[in-house]
């Protein structure tokens, strides 16, 4: 059964402080691993798509890398307005849908 | 790209009565998705459909739940005799699909409660 995992559930950072947001999954044959981020009362954004293990993918702040269990999300010197809830997804091969995991609620005081 | 529309954006309804929302995807995207979300939780798939031909149901669909995509364009969502339980964040999402690797864009959704 597929299964994804996301951890801390909540996150209070200084502004400046780097973390690591953590996504560990159990998918039979992964297509591929979807990071979106979710403001309140939004739909979730799309961020990155990662295929391959060893595979990395930056933007801005963020950058993503995925393992065969894991994905990271590395938030380098976050600003108040990386604020949100963020979400990952694997999606097995053959399906059409994604799994998202239950998110990372990131908080970033100035 | 002016983003995947839902309307209403709220809705406020009596236990039984029946409800129904709207999405209009991105519009070269043939591939449209809905999804329900609640408090503190991941969005959870319900259907999926390829120009009109809805492909996949999650068991969380039960048969008061009905979706349709008339013309591969815009698709809407039926709940019907609706239940407390029905109260959620109802997400719709699109992607353009060559392959099932696109990247789905979600809507800001419609969020329902039920009285």
């Known amino acids: 059964e597929d299964q994804v995992t996301q951890s801390p559930e909540a996150l209070r950072l200084q502004e400046g402080e780097s973390s690591s947001l953590n996504c560990s999954y159990t998918?039979?044959?992964?297509?591929?691993l979807f990071w979106y981020r979710q403001d309140p009362g939004k739909g979730p954004e799309f961020l990155f798509t990662?295929?391959?293990a060893g595979e990395e993918k930056e933007k801005e702040r963020l950058k993503a890398t995925l393992t065969k269990k894991e994905s990271f999300l590395h938030i380098t010197a976050p600003k108040p307005e990386d604020s949100a809830t963020y979400l990952c997804a694997p999606s097995r091969t053959g399906a059409n849908n994604l799994f998202f995991g239950t998110g990372t609620r990131l908080t970033v005081i100035p | 790209d002016t983003g995947v529309s839902q309307d209403p954006r709220h809705k406020i309804t009596k236990r039984g009565q029946n409800v129904t929302f709207r999405c209009d995807p991105i519009?070269?995207?043939?591939?449209l998705y809905w999804y329900r979300q609640t408090l503190g939780q991941g969005p959870e798939f319900l259907t999926y459909?390829?120009?009109?031909?809805?492909?996949?149901k999650s068991r969380l669909l039960s048969d008061r739940f009905s979706a349709e995509r008339p013309k591969g364009s815009f698709s809407t969502l039926e709940i019907q005799r609706t239940e407390q339980g029905d109260s959620a964040m109802y997400l719709c999402a699109s992607s353009k699909g060559t392959g099932n690797n696109q990247p789905q864009h979600f809507g800001d959704g419609t969020r329902l409660s039920i009285l």
């Open positions: 998918v039979s044959g992964l297509r591929g």
């Open positions: 519009s070269e995207h043939n591939r």
């Open positions: 990662l295929y391959s």
């Open positions: 459909f390829q120009n009109e031909a809805q492909l996949e």
